[in-house]
């Protein structure tokens, strides 16, 4: 560490002296203009503003002898971490389509140069008025929706199970309009995990661009500490976006498990036009085959997903309004709804109730996560 001493200049000026090595690296001299920002927490930044322009940070990932899944968290990691170029060497083959996908699927990430050999993709992320917060509204408001459209499924799968029962024909009337809609709901839930996928690396940039840049913690207005902390709650919400997924895919008991899961989903479509069968059709003449789950269990998903969800709704509230004893509402609750999805499992034997209702204690924990980062974030906001 180098110290240096305060210098008294005039009357309500001080200075310091600069290290030479420092102002040479740079390529400043006598009369070159410095920028110095107070950053939130307390700290002095001090820039050359030379008019050059910021060097790019550029990253080269090799595609050959790697799985698209490998390829896919590389590029991820690379976009994350704030390259502003990602160039993609080797021979992607049939997988070209499916990582093209990929890159859509990153905010402001596009390609600009593609080849048989490489592709080449540029960010062109506008940071000029950045919010954490805001991001996270938008990462939430997905989630909350996600879990409307899941209760939304558990509502059609009791309604199902009722036609069924009072249907004397071997084809429940009004079966076909139930399985579009459930098709349609699964359809819509796997986009908007997608949007909240997109939300939530585009946070964790800008998080590792102000661990990275001090300065840019005064573009987001708050202190490195407290993006850390968006950043764990915007990981926890995703979380329970992923939990939600599976779930849905629990309750409609594998019928739009390919619909759940994007890979699956593709092989099966190609399968099926083989066939002379849309992927909808599919769904459609697999849900009239299998067995519904029994009322009684749609029910009591019911009941534990609105005790869950509305949970999380206050945990969130807190988030936004600082709100002291509505967190330690939203933690004490937290155990006492761990012991109720227990208690249930042990009323309700159907598998299926017992495998959401895990994934439920999962969402569970990670609201009482969201919480206490709440309190974290008070803390340092002071």
């Known amino acids: 560490m180098d110290l240096r001493k305060l210098i008294a200049f005039g009357k ?5 002296t600069l290290p030479k090595q420092w102002v040479t690296s740079q ?4 009369g070159a203009l410095l920028s110095v920002e107070q950053l939130v927490t307390g700290d002095l930044l001090i820039t050359p503003r030379t008019g050059k322009r910021t060097t790019q940070k550029t990253i080269t990932i090799n595609a050959n002898d790697t799985t698209l899944q490998g390829l896919k968290r590389e590029v991820i990691a690379a976009y994350v971490k704030d390259y502003d170029k990602i160039i993609i060497k080797g021979n992607l083959g ?4 499916q990582f093209r996908e ?3 699927e990153l905010i402001a990430l596009e390609v600009v140069e593609e080849n048989s050999d490489h592709i080449i993709a540029k960010c062109f992320l506008d940071t ?9 509204r938008r990462i939430y408001y997905n989630t909350k929706t996600n879990a409307q459209s899941l209760r939304s499924l558990i509502a059609q799968e009791r309604r199902r199970t009722e036609t069924k029962q009072s249907s004397t024909a071997n084809t429940p009337r009004g079966s076909n309009e139930t399985n579009t ?4 709901s699964a359809q819509e839930l796997i986009q908007r995990d997608i949007e909240i996928n997109r939300q939530v690396f585009y946070l964790v940039k800008l998080v590792v661009r102000a661990l990275n840049q001090p300065i840019f913690t005064k573009t987001l207005g708050v202190s490195p500490v407290t993006a850390v902390f968006f950043w764990h709650i915007a990981d926890c919400l995703e979380k329970i976006a992923d939990r939600t997924k599976d779930i849905a895919s629990i309750v409609t008991k594998g019928e739009e498990d390919a619909s759940l899961h994007q890979q699956n989903r593709n092989e099966e479509g190609q399968r099926k036009s083989k066939q002379g069968q849309t992927h ?8 009239q085959t299998r067995t519904p789950i029994p009322k009684q269990t749609s029910e009591r998903l019911l009941e534990v997903h609105d005790m869950v969800f509305n949970l999380l709704e206050n945990a969130m509230q807190a988030v936004f309004t600082k709100n002291v004893a509505e967190v330690n509402n939203v933690i004490e609750k937290t ?10 499992v042990r009323k309700e034997h159907h598998p299926y109730f017992t495998l959401a209702t895990a994934h439920y204690r999962e969402i569970v924990l990670h609201t009482r996560s969201i919480a206490e980062r709440s309190i974290d974030l008070r803390t340092t906001e002071r």
Request: glycine share 4%.
């Open 94 to 97: 049939k997988r070209r389509n």
């Open 102 to 104: 990929l890159l859509h």
């Open 335 to 344: 155990a006492s709804l761990r012991e109720t999805l227990v208690s249930n």
């Open 27 to 30: 390529g400043l001299g006598k």
């Open 181 to 184: 809609s459930t098709y349609e």
């Open 12 to 16: 309500s000026t001080y200075s310091i």
């Open 128 to 136: 000029s008025k950045p919010s954490l917060q805001q991001t996270i």
């Open 280 to 287: 909808e059709e599919s769904a459609t003449n697999k849900n």
